[in-house]
């Protein structure tokens, strides 16, 4: 994992500095809420419905023991005792006091932490694969780059006042778990003709209001052209992306007004005539990035223990071993999703007793590392199989022992009416009435993988636009109802889901969701997901099965 | 003929008329918690006991508070109506403000006791 250099060190210390200084002004009255309110976002901190929210990056969901310790720490004493994983694989905390944040922030740096650049119009926090490093199906690890993304993007002085926030992705998989096509820049790892590992690059996918797949603008990037060919795109972006108007600023829509080609076109003119060298970095600095990230001092084929054992034994191990755990590239490891949806809490919440729990297993057990994951939970991406049951029974007295990973139950909820200032309607109650609905494991281990995914507005941070059952929230004279979309996913075959009618009233949509599946059920051919059947036989008969509810 | 009520902001993205009934409401600006305006010019976490205006009043409450910085962000005027003694949300906004002054709804812990 990475670790600070000095320089690192010292900007986020004297950002820490600078910002304390300011909120001493504000609260002082030596500046006004007008002046303060940008200043307070690029360090991360929004003022919700009814606190203040900080949300603090955690670079491409990469975590270690003593930083999973400290956010508890932050939970416990700033906050009301938990925080809140987000789609971005950073984690917010909802109630910290204005005048507290600047010491909150202290105790982030003394364990390589921030909250800069988590807000704002910026180049966000890049995220990327949870199981990178770990899946048995990546090119290399991602993360790396990621890295080399995020060293180049903070306080990069030409990228700081874009026209709109900006949204970088990086997977090495087949299998897209960073959901690359729906970000502003989607880079996905490929091998081209000769056997090298480049980069396609995409631009233009995007949610929001005006929902896109990203478009393929180079199918091969070598990589160690990354990052001038990444000052291209958002060169061209900086200069023609429209600030006149908030709906019309993100990439997407330029790309899709200009036409990929012709945009395209703009980025390698611009990439043609840029001095590459004084962008691109040398070999021997990528080799140092790379060296962070060297694969964990694995055992050579370890013995498995009582893995196989306990399944036969114990029916609950078993179903957790089908949904939570993944296949590892190193013989005798795997990688294990910690559940942050059970019925008890809202989607992605996890308590500063979990966050400890989890920060004691990953150092006993996993090399000291976690993941969070844009679906909102949390990974240990290497665990010896002779230590899963093990660690299966430690997290069921938590609340963190749900099977349910890919499943009905494993929703995506944007934070909602609870909490966010700009919601029509609540989107965690919905999450737990579905959740609860399908509680029966038998049930939901039968309709097999389904993402769910609620936005309590349009602004759709709970993705709802590429959730296999889409949910978005619509305020209707003032009360709340649900608006369905189908077929959308987020993964390698990514498509925008399709409005299904109506809007559902609070009593209506959990039992329409259950029609949907019903119907799916009744109508799926062999080893069919719910998407495939809804692709199969379009969205007619899903509608008529929708409204019937 | 009487022009239309002013134009207002009504929390968040949303906007309204002053019609009816109002309280002014704001975050605390020191810890961003949701308060409301009394009579003597004080602020309160607990909307039971805020003061109600309607028309000009309202406007000129609403800009007295705007000035109050170092106190209170953002404030705007909300919908109630006076339950005997109490001063409840109203409108078209009912659930916002009513989540504001009570809690998030999804756990008891996080409520807001004095406003039950
Ligand atoms: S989707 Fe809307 S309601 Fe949900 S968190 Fe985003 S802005 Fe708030």
Redesign the pocket.
Known sequence: MYRYDEFDAKIVADRVAQFRGQVARRVEGDITEDEFKPLRLMNGVYLQLHAYMLRVAIPYGTLNAAQLRKLAFIARTYDKNFGHITTRQNIQFNWPALTDIPDILDHLAEVEMHAIQTSGNCIRNVTSDQFAGAGADELEDPRPWCEIIRQWSTFHPEFSFLPRKFKIAVTAAPQDRAAVRVHDIGLHMKKNADGETGFEVLVGGGLGRTPYIGQVIREFLPKDQLLSYLEAILRVYNSLGRRDNIYKARIKILVNELGAEAFRDMVEAEWAVMDKARIDLPGDEIERIHAYFAAPDFENDPDTGDFDSAQGADKGFARWVRHNVRAHKQKGYASVTLSLKPTTMAPGDITSEQMELVADIAQTHCFDEVRTTHEQNLVLPHVRKADLYAIYQKLAPYGLGSSNAGLVSDII?????D???????R?IPLAQRIQKRFEDLDRQENIGELKIKI????????H?HVGHIGIL?VDKKGEEFYQVTLGGSAAEDASIGEIVGRGLSTDEVVDAIESLISFYLDRRSDGERFVDTYRRLGPDPFKEALYVA | MADKPAKISTGGVKKGRNEGEKAVTANRLSDGITVYLYEDGSWHDSLRGAAVFEGDDALAALEQATVEETIVVGPYLMDVVQDGETVVPAGRALLRETIRSAGPTIKSDYSRTEVQ
Do not use: D, R, V
């Open positions: 909820a944007c934070p909602g009416l909490y966010c200032n700009l919601a029509n309607t989107s936005s309590g507005c349009i602004n759709a941070c709970g709802h929230g």
